[in-house]
């Protein structure tokens, strides 16, 4: 068994041969490269039980020979691709289950005998050796299709994979090979395309998640947070990349403002100046994807139920219209600059640090720092919340932010806590934000309003204003109750 360590990287067909040509390579290349025809039939059974378990299992025709490749287990780390490899030679295109039998233990029971070919990759491979700051890479420029049945997806990406040397090479060679043409970070690989094919599905949104930090230390459980979060930032790009559901770019955003927190808490225990610039550019990806949401807010939450309460006003149909049309180019705008190099770049960027081996802060426990940490969260969100008046628009929103700075750190720490005291805290902080959070989304209602109102008839205009007026004492008397719950809660990290 290997370990296969590779970074993926889509890229346009035309671009592909540019940068095949071009003379940075030429530089970087040992020996001469060569050019492979690569046909993989890939195998799993009709409930795709491999793929359920996280499996691929592939025969590859390498010039005359066949090669039996199963791979399995591994991570997705800012596009670091890393997975178990069983690989070996076999005599003709069929599966050798002598050979198999050596991973008996990693397939999933009762598989083996209901295996069937499900897709194929039919791709021509540039492979050339490059050595880039002391480590050997394997660079390979794949370029064909993806197929199952009559579906078809093509291929055009660059593979980089690691012979000797560290990941960080990986990600700078990426940067430097960003530099001369346009690429994207790929989180998916081509048997999770084909697999698609297969069952003739789309990326699946996907939610937060974070790893248990129990036993780490302060600066490993931050690498692992900031992970996590671009993992599950990475993984819903695509769905906003295809245009799909909205639920996509909500997730993308939650992904970013939990990396931002995560990072406001790595730099408090450890400064540094590339891991701070980061942070500058996450906040500026969170204002721009918050515009775009605020749309789908006022559309779902705010304008649809008025116009389910007054159906005949001919003129809320022309503000639905209007406020679609603002939300299609606030998409249309940041899907763009999702596929865009300084996102792009800011992904390799976090893949560098992450490799890098930074100089250790002066110890400190982890339960500790958390512990401090959310004392700190905490008193913000006292600070704020104290005597509050639901008038006082500004100190609310700050109270909302400090609210969801606190919700978020727990969430992120929950493994270390009692998982029925930290459900129950989160549940009475949650139900305080809602309320918050509905009274932000009457204030961004009221702004946007302001941007459209010149389109709109004065009846309509005033209709909105009114009935976004009309929950303020009932918001007030929400905000009591749920203030008064929060109060009475005893810490659930202590």
């Known amino acids: 068994m290997s370990i296969e360590t590779e970074l993926k990287l889509h890229i346009a067909p035309e671009q592909l041969l540019r940068l095949k040509r071009h003379p940075f390579l030429r530089a970087l290349t040992q020996g001469r490269s060569r050019t492979q025809k690569l046909t993989s039939l890939y195998y799993d059974t009709p409930d795709l039980a491999l793929h359920r378990h996280a499996m691929a299992l592939r025969l590859r025709k390498v010039g005359k020979h066949w090669i039996q490749t199963l791979k399995g287990g591994g991570q997705v780390s800012a596009g670091l691709h890393q997975r178990n490899e069983w690989e070996a030679p076999v005599p003709s295109e069929q599966l050798d289950f002598d050979v198999l039998s050596d991973c008996d233990g990693k397939l999933p029971h009762g598989a083996r005998h209901r295996l069937q070919p499900v897709f194929i990759t039919d791709f021509s491979r540039n492979m050339r050796l490059v050595e880039y700051e002391g480590a050997q890479i394997e660079l390979c420029m794949d370029s064909g299709e993806i197929s199952s049945g009559h579906r078809r997806r093509p291929i055009s990406e660059i593979e980089l994979e690691l012979k000797s040397g560290e990941p960080l090479q990986l990600f700078k060679l990426a940067l430097a090979l960003l530099d001369i043409a346009p690429m994207c970070v790929e989180h998916t690989s081509k048997a999770e395309y084909g697999y698609r094919l ?28 900031i992970e996590d979060c671009l993992s599950h930032v990475q993984s819903n790009v695509p769905g906003v990349l295809l245009g799909a559901d909205s639920e996509y770019l909500h997730q993308v955003r939650v992904g970013l403002r939990h990396l931002r927190v995560v990072l406001a808490l790595a730099l408090r225990y450890q400064p540094e100046i590339e891991l701070a610039a980061l942070r500058e550019q996450v906040n500026e990806w969170c204002v721009g994807l918050g515009r775009a949401r605020e749309w789908d807010v006022f559309l779902t939450e705010i304008l649809q139920p008025i116009c ?10 022309k503000l639905e219209a209007v406020s679609q049309r603002a939300r299609k180019q606030q998409y249309e705008a940041i899907t763009k600059q999702l596929g865009e190099l300084d996102f792009q770049r800011m992904l390799l960027r976090f893949g560098v640090w992450m490799h890098s081996k930074q100089a250790d802060a002066a110890p400190m426990a982890l339960k500790l720092f958390v512990s401090n940490s959310l004392k700190k969260r905490l008193k913000d969100v006292v600070k704020c919340g104290k005597t509050l008046s639901m008038e006082d628009r500004e100190r609310a929103h700050r109270l909302r932010i400090a609210c969801k700075k606190l919700r978020y750190s727990i969430e992120m720490f929950e493994s270390l806590f009692d998982r029925e005291k930290s459900k129950a805290y ?28 010149h389109k709109l008839d004065h009846e309509v205009t005033a209709l909105i204003r009114k009935e976004l007026a009309r929950d303020v004492d009932e918001l007030d008397s929400a905000f009591n109750k749920a203030w008064k719950r929060f109060a009475k809660l005893k810490s659930c990290w202590e």
């Open 426 to 453: 989160l549940d009475v902080l949650a139900n305080l934000q809602d309320v918050l959070g509905r009274l932000n989304d009457q204030a961004v209602a009221n702004r946007l309003m302001s941007t459209v109102q």
């Open 198 to 225: 297969f069952s003739a599905s789309k990326p699946t949104v996907s939610k937060s998640g974070f790893s248990s930090l129990q036993g780490q230390s302060v600066g490993d459980a931050m690498r692992s947070l």
């Open 308 to 317: 389910a309460s007054f159906p005949a006003l001919e003129g809320l149909q």
